[in-house]
């Protein structure tokens, strides 16, 4: 590269809970600018989950970082050409990739849900993730699966 690499901003932790994980899941949530809509938008998800859950020793936050770290992919396939031909070659993933991977997963498809609110989406989103269920974390399986099956490519790696 030409520039040198973009420094990372430091993120303010959420006021609720002091968490700076929750800013960046909020910020990945936010549309147009509009911060307070989306942080209103986790707390009644989160508040949501505290009323349904079943794990009476988790808190909701707790339930929401483990339906996150079960959608977390740890390997992704990368397009290559070799030759003429394209190949899907595994690679193992950075983990602040990890963690924005899971993120994006988690409201993307608590998006195409089919409940009334988005909080209502995404807080049963994240009880599906936290019980290894849904359909974020499918998409994890399916990334592994793909990632297993042309692992007999990963001698092209880069």
Do not use: C
């Amino acid at each position: 590269m030409r520039k040198r690499a973009a420094k990372k901003r430091p993120l303010l932790p959420d006021p609720r809970f002091n968490d700076q994980l929750v800013t960046r899941f909020v910020n990945m949530m936010m549309w147009d600018g509009k911060k307070s809509v989306a942080f209103k938008v986790f707390y009644d998800a989160i508040d949501i989950v505290e009323s349904k859950k079943t794990d009476e020793e988790k808190t909701a936050l707790e339930i929401w970082k483990e339906a996150l770290s079960n959608v977390m992919p740890h390997v992704e396939v990368r397009s290559r050409r070799v030759g003429g031909a394209t190949f899907q070659i595994p690679n193992p993933i950075r983990a602040d990739r990890k963690v924005s991977t899971a993120m994006k997963w988690l409201i993307s498809y608590s998006r195409k849900r089919n409940e009334k609110s988005m909080a209502q989406r995404l807080a049963s989103e994240v009880l599906a993730a936290a019980k290894e269920e849904g359909a974020a974390v499918k998409k994890r399986v399916d990334t592994h699966k793909m990632a297993e099956a042309n692992k007999a490519f990963s001698h092209f790696r880069f």
